[in-house]
């Protein structure tokens, strides 16, 4: 792990339990040079890191406040009603969920994976492939890569049903937030024909990485969503 990535996971976790709440101001840059013995370079880059996933805000000539806790997070460093799996979420509506998992393997995490789930490249990932449905009728097509590391044990069982349950409830782990970027596209053959829609119909594109309450990233998803899906948790932040 970067030292960047160490003030990052370090200051999400002091968020996660309270030692800095929503307009807190956090310590200055020196400070933080100070603290963990890394250079102003590093200290900007997590600053970076912490505004790209909606921690905190700069002021410029006044500092770096803390936003508020991630979507999902709450003081304790549970789990809110806002983060949910797919599975939880289309039984709340009284739907059947069910999962076909195409691909299910260990592999080496490419750099960027490695990156975002802070890892060193080349450290093993599961990588899983999957298409879900509601009542029978596919609405989701996943891409997931989750660390060895932080989910020791995973089966194909497990993919074919709650990921997060057996993280949470099996692992004793607590999914704490997410950071998601979303992006309109128009699915290629492949998925198209996977999620019964044409390809010149706009969905949506989601790229997801979910954290611990320990700040440590679980897994990292890249999902095509059907179109006119309703998806519950989508942060703006």
Known sequence: MDKYEN???????????????????????????????????????????????????RRRGSGTYVTGLPQGMDGSGGVTGKLRGFTAEREARGERADTLVREFEVAPAEAGIARDLSLQPGELCYHIERTLYADGIPVQDQTLHIPLQVVPNLLRRHAEGS?????????????????????????????AERLQIDTNDAILKIFQTTYLDDGRPCEKSVSLHVPNYEYFSVSTR
């Open 7 to 57: 003030i990052v996971q370090s200051l999400r976790q002091q968020i996660a339990h309270s030692a800095y709440g929503p307009g807190d101001r956090l310590p200055t840059i020196p400070q933080l040079c100070d603290t963990y013995g890394v250079s102003k370079i590093t200290v900007k880059r997590a600053m970076d890191e912490l505004e790209l996933q909606g921690l905190v805000t």
């Open 163 to 191: 990921i997060y349950k057996y993280v949470e409830e099996e692992l004793g782990l607590r999914i704490a937030s997410a950071h998601r970027r979303v992006i309109a596209i128009r699915p290629n053959e492949d998925a």
